[in-house]
């Protein structure tokens, strides 16, 4: 399986973070897994944000529920994450997983994508 991030690279404070995870190799609706969004800000470790299961459940970190979507389009076999109202301490590297663990936050589990640099500056 091949997980690849897409998205900007460079967001202002208050907007929303769009970010696309694009799957080849593998299936986002029949492959058993969690589909994970993962990120890590500069000199911290990797902190889980969410999942969407292959049935279609979602799943949030609690302290990023209030401004995180996790969706899929299934057609296009790629899963998605919108963060809204984004401050500078959302700067971060941002992965794309997939592992048996809900909560993956060990690079060596799963698969993951190489992951895209998020900088939020005015």
């Known amino acids: 399986v091949q997980l690849q991030e897409s998205g900007p690279g460079l967001v202002k404070p208050s907007q929303t973070l769009h970010l696309t995870c694009t799957v080849s190799g593998g299936s986002i609706t029949t492959d058993h897994g969690y589909w994970s969004w993962v990120r890590q800000p500069p000199g911290k470790d990797l902190e889980w944000m969410g999942a969407?299961?292959?049935?279609?459940?979602?799943y949030y970190n609690p302290s990023l529920k209030s401004r995180t979507s996790i969706s899929r389009d299934t057609s296009k076999n790629q899963i998605t994450l919108r963060l809204s109202s984004v401050i500078p301490e959302d700067t971060a590297v941002y992965y794309c997983?997939?592992?048996?663990?809900?909560?993956?936050?060990?690079?060596?589990?799963?698969?993951w994508g190489q992951g895209t640099q998020v900088t939020v500056s005015s």
């Open positions: 969407i299961e292959s049935s279609g459940s979602v």
């Open positions: 997983a997939v592992a048996q663990t809900l909560e993956v936050v060990t690079r060596t589990e799963g698969y």
